[in-house]
């Protein structure tokens, strides 16, 4: 019952926060653009009959939805830190944790708060966005539901991350930390894209190990093979090669083991790393 008082309080202490209200500005923003943009692409296409119509469609909802993903990562990255470091240096901590209240459940209880208001953006702004496309387009993905839960998970493995950070660091370094991390990352990805293109080996294993020292990557293309026609590989394959908002294939169940097991060791780390932090 403690974890879900602290989850609760966590929620409200986010919907409090500065951060919310920024980050509604600019995603009511990026969806405004984006149903302008979509707009443009029926309008010179004239509906999606054909195969550059549907790669024009996809590519830019592949790019909207990774703007979706940096706006809840900058959120949840800055909510995290200041979550458990600002408690900390506050002294808020210490009164609470006077009372028989565990570490555990504190951290437990604030990473759960974290979970549901980041899973939350993530699904409302991205539900938002495809309806968006299919009004102006006509565009429906094929797994739209696999699609915002991978992106919903990519926002669960960075600020479980930055709380992991927050234990260790003031809440503006873990912000900044947290955010540096997942656009490199991406970077890392898209380098290892064109290693892939290039037939280079060496170079297309720079986006491999990055995907693996932190999934946020992995799951993001794992989200936009979920958010383009199939059809798409079958006509334009050599288009996927490299590109930094297609993909060509889904994840495998083994990444989504490994993202589910790296996520359960680094909040373990947070723990004990939260145990031994004098207050």
């Known amino acids: 019952m403690t974890v879900l008082t602290i989850a609760a309080l966590t929620l409200q202490e986010a919907a409090r926060r500065k951060v919310l209200r920024s980050l509604a500005v600019l995603t009511v923003l990026l969806l405004s653009l984006s149903g302008w943009g979509f707009s443009r692409i029926d309008a010179e296409f004239g509906g999606l009959t054909s195969g550059e119509a549907l790669i024009a469609a996809a590519t830019v909802l592949n790019l909207v939805m990774f703007g979706l993903s940096l706006i809840a990562a900058l959120g949840t990255a800055f909510l995290a830190g200041p979550t458990l470091a600002g408690d900390i240096e506050s002294g808020t901590a ?26 939350g953006f993530v699904v409302l702004a991205g539900l938002a966005q495809l309806v968006i496309v299919r009004a102006t387009t006509g565009y429906w993905p094929p797994r739209p539901v696999s699609g915002l839960a991978l992106l919903a998970f990519q926002t669960v493995v ?122």
Request: aromatic fraction near 8%.
């Open 94 to 119: 210490l009164a609470m944790l006077a009372r028989p209240v565990r570490r555990s459940s504190v951290l437990l209880g604030k990473w759960l708060g974290l979970v549901t208001f980041g899973g």
């Open 158 to 279: 960075l600020l479980t991350l930055g709380l992991l950070l927050s234990t260790a660091i003031s809440p503006m370094a873990s912000g900044i930390v947290a955010v540096g991390l997942f656009g490199s990352t991406w970077v890392a990805g898209v380098v290892g894209g064109v290693g892939v293109a290039l037939d280079n080996e060496s170079v297309a294993q720079v986006g491999t190990v990055s995907r693996m020292l932190l999934p946020t990557d992995g799951l993001w293309r794992g989200a936009m093979n979920a958010f383009q026609d199939p059809s798409l590989l079958l006509q334009f394959n050599e288009a996927f090669k490299g590109h930094p908002f297609l993909s060509a294939t889904p994840l495998s169940g083994v990444y989504i083991g490994w993202s589910v097991l790296w996520t359960a060791l680094v909040l373990g780390l947070a723990g004990l790393s939260f145990q031994r932090r004098d207050l």
